[in-house]
Nanobody, 121 residues
């Protein structure tokens, strides 16, 4: 059994910062790509940023220069540092990971439960 648990969301004023965390636990042999997605009310879920196990990163255009994705592979944890937040960043943020089970050695895609980020004055 594998779990992804996000934390760090909350209410912040425009221009502020938040740091999200996503911790993976359970029967884990290896974690391949990890990523953050978000879904705003009435909109489709969109990819925000991804990070490979080797350190490669990709960002959606709207967050480039403001958000930074990182991983601590020893802790099976991923982070999203969000600076210069804008009201348009308001959404539920989900972490996603491609995880190889230590029991079956099969890779599966997993999602966290989501954490709310609200940017408002």
């Amino acid at each position: 059994q594998v779990q992804l648990v996000e934390s760090g969301g909350g209410l912040v004023q425009p221009g502020g910062s938040l740091r999200l965390s996503c911790a993976a636990s359970g029967s884990i042999s290896r974690i391949n790509a990890m990523g953050w997605h978000r879904q705003a009310p009435g909109k489709q879920r969109e990819l925000v940023a991804t990070a490979t196990s080797g350190g490669g990163t990709v960002y959606t255009d709207s967050v480039k220069g403001r958000f930074t994705i990182s991983r601590d592979n020893a802790k099976n944890t991923m982070y999203l540092q969000m600076n210069s937040l804008e009201p348009e960043d308001t959404a539920v943020y989900y972490c996603n990971a491609d995880i190889v089970s230590s029991r079956t050695f099969v890779s599966r895609n997993h999602w966290g439960q989501g954490t709310q980020v609200t940017v408002s004055s």
